[in-house]
């Protein structure tokens, strides 16, 4: 049928007809939205509708065509995932009371991504083969059932791949993150990822870091990003952070991981970056004392600079307060931190991001416990680095919403 002889039926015939083809989110599209799917797939074309992760909401300073865009991304991503595993096999894994698992299975194995040994904690393979609210009840089910292990620092892959889902909405549609330079990243083995820091309230630059590298390596890989003590220290919010994925920042936990083969993020700024007012935004401060280059030189891990433009505008901070620290230390004692930044909005600006991963920097002499002044050396010859692409960026882009 053509244009014209679809536009002469109801809705509920347009989507009799969907049905029957098997078009995906078509419960979802206005009649419009069905007539034209229809047309390109009886035409022969290929419909450029998927399902949403949510409803449409408009969003302030977001145009049409950057919704456009997020959407060609998530299918292309969506493609990608469907490749990770096979839908004609399913798992025969059982539980001791009898379970059967019956997910897909991972491609090239015998077992799906809750079961299989290989790379289960670094690779992360969509449980049922995609991301998508209606997946959730599978996982739900296999949460529930207590059907797989956690890794040792708490990292639960159905936890992940929940919060995965939820976040590419901010990724995709609000923040419009724009990532260069992923080809510099290690798709095997450790790696050490560092970045510049900011945000002042929430941790957004180390979960869109994240999503980053979940979204557009080749192979999508976890960041395992170690967090501050506040993160580790709430009831809730720790627990949650550590189902993500999230690790406490000491050497003891990075170390672990590294010597597994994982991917770190690490942000040696650490709370003076996280807290910079307005008008220091983008000045990268010290990297610390080199902590970081004295772990990948003991455990031989290649380091991957990483510069992230649009973290420090999100909630910009219009002051700094050493009453609010002493507050914040006084009921968590253990938090280090001098001077808390004071926001004035409390929804997240949606300005647009742009990531860049830079060339890794080799370990120079692995295993061997390297010169303090030398280390030092090496962590300012990085944040260096960062600081000149993110001047390259600033200067590169219009606005911060463009």
């Not at 419909?47 to 969003?59: C, H, L, Q, T």
């Not at 990085?382 to 001047?391: A, E, H, P």
Request: aromatic share 8%; glycine share 6%; proline share 7%.
């Amino acid at each position: 049928m053509n244009y014209d002889e679809l536009s002469l039926l109801k809705k509920t015939e347009l989507l009799n007809r969907a049905r029957q083809i098997g078009l995906r989110g078509r419960s979802k599209m206005t009649k419009a939205e069905l007539i034209e799917a229809l047309v390109d797939i009886e035409s022969g074309e290929e419909a450029s509708f998927v399902d949403e992760p949510g409803p449409v909401i408009p969003i302030p300073g977001v145009s049409l065509e950057d919704r456009a865009e997020a959407r060609v991304r998530r299918i292309d991503l969506y493609d990608r995932l469907a490749d990770l595993v096979d839908q004609e096999r399913r798992c025969r894994w059982r539980s001791i009371e009898g379970h059967v698992c019956g997910l897909p299975v991972v491609r090239g194995e015998e077992t799906c991504a809750l079961h299989c040994d290989r790379d289960r904690y670094d690779t992360a393979i969509p449980i049922t083969g995609r991301l998508g609210f209606d997946t959730w009840p599978t996982l739900l089910r296999h949460l529930h059932l207590a059907t797989y292990d956690i890794d040792a620092i708490g990292l639960d892959p159905v936890v992940h791949e929940m919060a995965w889902h939820m976040l590419n909405g901010i990724y995709y549609d609000y923040f419009r993150v724009e990532v260069e330079g992923i080809e510099n990243l290690p798709m095997d083995g450790p790696a050490m990822i560092v970045a510049n820091h900011g945000g002042a309230a929430l941790p957004y630059d180390a979960a869109m870091l994240a999503l980053a590298v979940l979204n557009e390596a080749p192979r999508p890989r976890r960041v395992r990003v170690s967090a501050t003590e506040i993160f580790n220290m709430l009831p809730w919010v720790s627990h949650m952070y550590r189902k993500v994925g999230a690790v406490y920042a000491t050497h003891e936990d990075a170390r672990h991981l590294l010597e597994r083969g994982a991917m770190l993020g690490v942000f040696p700024e650490g709370e003076s970056g996280f807290m910079k007012p307005v008008w220091q935004a983008y000045h990268v401060q010290r990297f610390g004392r080199g902590g970081f280059v004295q772990l990948a030189e003991q455990t031989g891990t290649p380091i991957v600079p990483v510069a992230i433009l649009g973290a420090e505008e999100v909630h910009p901070a219009v002051a700094v307060s050493k009453r609010l620290a002493q507050l914040v230390r006084f009921i968590f004692p253990q938090q280090r931190v001098e001077e808390i930044a004071v926001f004035l909005n409390p929804v997240p600006l949606p300005v647009r991001w742009r990531i860049r991963f830079l060339p890794p920097v080799m370990p120079e002499n692995p295993g061997v416990e390297p010169d303090p002044l030398r280390m030092l050396e090496r962590s300012e010859d990085i944040r260096r680095s960062v600081q000149t692409t993110l001047d390259t960026l600033l200067a590169a882009r219009g606005t911060a919403f463009s």
